[in-house]
C-alpha cells in the first residue's frame, strides 16, 4: 500500500540543521549524536531510503517560520518580525526544495500539476522499478509570508498548492494558543486563494476562524496534521479539532491527517513518561473516530508532522522511522477495516483529493 503524508517540515530542516533528506534517518542520527539538531528536534524519523521501505510515495512539504515571539533560541535562524522577513524565509524554503529536486531527480519530485501526479504514481505502481522518486507538494503553514492576495499568483507560479493562514495567531485568523474569529485580512486572503483554487489547511486554526471558513471558502478544505479533541478530553488546546469542526470538514468532503505526535495521542504526555506508554493504537483510534463520525473511511488519513518540533523520542512505541507506518495495516485490519477502506485511509485518500484539486497546466 502507498503512503501519502500530509505534514512533513522538511525545509524548516534543511535550512535550520542542514539535515539531508536523501540520507536515512539512521545515518543522519549517527551525525547528529551530540548536535543542536537532536537536542533542539529529536533524532529524526524521516529519510528517502526510509520512504522507500515504508512505500511512502507522497509528502506534503511544508514552508514554515515562526514569528519571533515564538523564537526558539539564537540556533533558530527561521523567525521573522515583519511579512516581508517571513516573505524571504518562505521564498528560501522553497528554494531549497526547488533545489533538493533538480539535484537529485531520482529521489524527489515536485507535484504540483495532475500530470506529474500522474507520473509519480505510475512509478511506484511499476514493480520493473526498484526506487521511486518521491513526490513533494508544497504547503504553506502560516501564511504572514504573503504580504497581501496580490502575491499569491506568485505563490501558485513557484508550486504551493495549499495554505494555512494560521500557526498561532496570525493577522489573517485566530492560531493554537492565540484564540480569535478570521480578520478582514483574512477574509480577503482566502478569497485570493479560491481564485486560484488553493487547497485551505484548517490545521493551527482557532475552532471561530474554522467555522467562518467552512461556511465561506468555496474550495477544497482540509487539516493536513490535527487529532479529534473528543479524544483528548483533559486537553484545553485548541489545537485540536471539536466535533463541530470535524463534521464541518466531513461535510466539505475534507481529509484529515491524523498526527502520531505523543502529546497529541494522550493529553499532558511528556516524554518523561516513556514512549512506551503510547502505543500505535492511539492513532489507530484517532482514526476511527473520524471515520466512525463520516460513517465511511474517505476523511481520513496520515499527517505526521514528523520532525516538526520533535523527532523518535516523542513518536508512539513502534515507530522507529516513518517506514514504520506501514505497521497501521495489520492494526485497522484488526478493527474490521477492509484492503480497500486501508489503502484509503494510509494515502487513496489524500490521492484522490490530489486528483482533484491539482491543475493540468500551473
Ligand atoms: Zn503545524
Redesign the pocket.
Known amino acids: 500500500m502507498l503512503i501519502v503524508d500530509a505534514?512533513q517540515?522538511l525545509a524548516w530542516n534543511m535550512l535550520t540543521f542542514g539535515r539531508d533528506y536523501n540520507r536515512s534517518a539512521t545515518e543522519t542520527r549517527l551525525q547528529e549524536q551530540g548536535s543542536l539538531a537532536q537536542a533542539e528536534n529529536g533524532d529524526t524519523l524521516l529519510g528517502w531510503p526510509d520512504y522507500q521501505r515504508g512505500r511512502v510515495a507522497m509528502v506534503f512539504a511544508?514552508l514554515?517560520c515562526a514569528p519571533e515571539r515564538r523564537r526558539l533560541g539564537e540556533w533558530d535562524t527561521q523567525s521573522y518580525r515583519t511579512p516581508a522577513q517571513a516573505r524571504r524565509l518562505y521564498s528560501a524554503q522553497l528554494d531549497a526544495y526547488h533545489r533538493l529536486i533538480e539535484n537529485h531527480p531520482d529521489h524527489f519530485q515536485l507535484v504540483d500539476r495532475k500530470s506529474r501526479l500522474d507520473d509519480v504514481i505510475a512509478h511506484w505502481e511499476n514493480e520493473q522499478h526498484e526506487e521511486h522518486p518521491v513526490g513533494l507538494v508544497i504547503l504553506m503553514?502560516g501564511a504572514e509570508g504573503i504580504r497581501e492576495p496580490a502575491e499569491l499568483e506568485n505563490w501558485w507560479q513557484r508550486g504551493v498548492r495549499l495554505i494555512?493562514p494560521a500557526?498561532i495567531g496570525t493577522r489573517f485568523c485566530g492560531g493554537t494558543h492565540e484564540p480569535g474569529p478570521l480578520t478582514q485580512q483574512g477574509f480577503a486572503l482566502l478569497e485570493g486563494m479560491a481564485d486560484f483554487g488553493f487547497t485551505l489547511d484548517l490545521?493551527?486554526m482557532d475552532e471561530q476562524a474554522a467555522l467562518q471558513a467552512l461556511d465561506v471558502y468555496p474550495a477544497p478544505i482540509v487539516a493536513s496534521?490535527a487529532n479529534a479533541l473528543a479524544l483528548l478530553k483533559s486537553s484545553d488546546s485548541n489545537r485540536h479539532l471539536s466535533d463541530r469542526v470535524l463534521n464541518g470538514l466531513i461535510e466539505r468532503d475534507g481529509i484529515v491527517g491524523l498526527v502520531p505526535f505523543n502529546r497529541f495521542l494522550i493529553a499532558g504526555w511528556s516524554p518523561e513518561d516513556g514512549r512506551q506508554v503510547v502505543t500505535l493504537d492511539r492513532l489507530v483510534a484517532q482514526i476511527d473516530y473520524v471515520c466512525q463520525l463520516a460513517g465511511d473511511a474517505r476523511h481520513a488519513g496520515i499527517g505526521t508532522?514528523f520532525d516538526?518540533g520533535f523527532g523518535l523520542q516523542s513518536a508512539p512505541a513502534g515507530i522507529d522511522t516513518i517506514a514504520d507506518l506501514q505497521k497501521l495495516t495489520p492494526l485497522l485490519a484488526e478493527k474490521g477495516y477492509t484492503q480497500n477502506d486501508i489503502a484509503a485511509i494510509l494515502g487513496g485518500n489524500w490521492l484522490s483529493l490530489l486528483k482533484r484539486t491539482l491543475p493540468h497546466q500551473p
Open positions: 505534514h517540515d511544508t514554515f503553514e494555512g500557526w490545521s493551527h496534521h508532522d516538526g
